[in-house]
């Protein structure tokens, strides 16, 4: 079965650091590219960042761009993603998601991780 | 960034009706590459359409996809119970990728 297992989220305060993982399994992870979508309370759908299947490449949403790092660790079917300096608007459940082969579509989605920024 | 708007809002319409969602872009979406997302409410998002209008693995035929350019339609040809949800188009001929704010259809 294929499986995206996410681990990582939390309560964290305004500036600090949180990483998130997301671990792959049924399926060869090292042939597909990855992605980070957000979703705050209530609200739609929102692309963070994705990488590809060697993690030469990688792409952010300018809300994030040089504050989160994407990852991935192809010898532990590990994705994963570094977030600095977090605001109030980074909070949000984080699912991690598999690329459809050969598309920049998502068919396989992780169960979310939430990420709450507060004092 | 291509922005991509949802009409409309909201779309309540009974079993057996006939649902069509618009997704409209703020510039061309090069080769159709425009996809659509059911997430019903407490679940993960699910891959319904693709490329326009493929549809994903194991989609029901009731659910179609077409369009091209700045205009793109979901329709869904006979309402079940189970599609109540929200649906989102999302674009990824460009960086950022974007999705649209989603069409809440109750049902």
């Known amino acids: 079965e294929v499986q995206l297992l996410q681990s990582g989220g939390g309560l964290v305060p305004p500036g600090g650091s949180l990483r998130l993982s997301c671990e792959a399994s049924g399926f060869n992870f090292r042939t597909h590219a990855m992605t980070w979508v957000r979703q705050a309370p209530g609200k739609g759908l929102d692309w963070v960042s994705d990488i590809s299947p060697s993690g030469a490449s990688t792409g952010y949403a300018d809300s994030v761009k040089g504050r989160f790092i994407i990852s991935r660790d192809n010898s532990k079917n590990t994705l994963n993603l570094q977030m600095n300096s977090l605001r109030g608007e980074d909070a949000a459940v984080y699912y991690c998601a598999k690329h459809l082969t050969g598309w920049d579509v998502f068919d396989i989605w992780g169960r979310g991780t939430m990420v709450i920024v507060s004092s | 960034e291509i922005v991509l708007t949802q009409s409309p809002g909201t779309l309540s319409l009974s079993p057996g009706e006939r649902a069509t969602l618009s997704c409209r872009a703020s510039?061309?979406?090069?080769?159709?590459?425009l996809a659509w997302y059911q997430q019903r409410p407490g679940q993960t998002p699910r891959l319904l359409i693709y490329?326009?209008?493929t549809r994903a693995t194991g989609i029901p035929d009731r659910f179609s996809g077409s369009g091209s350019g700045t205009d793109f339609t979901l329709t869904i040809s006979r309402l079940e119970p189970e599609d109540f949800g929200v649906y989102y188009c999302?674009?990824?001929?460009?960086?950022?990728?974007?999705f649209g704010q989603g069409t809440r259809v109750e049902i």
């Open positions: 490329g326009s209008s």
């Open positions: 999302q674009q990824y001929s460009n960086l950022p990728r974007t």
């Open positions: 510039q061309s979406v090069t080769s159709s590459f």
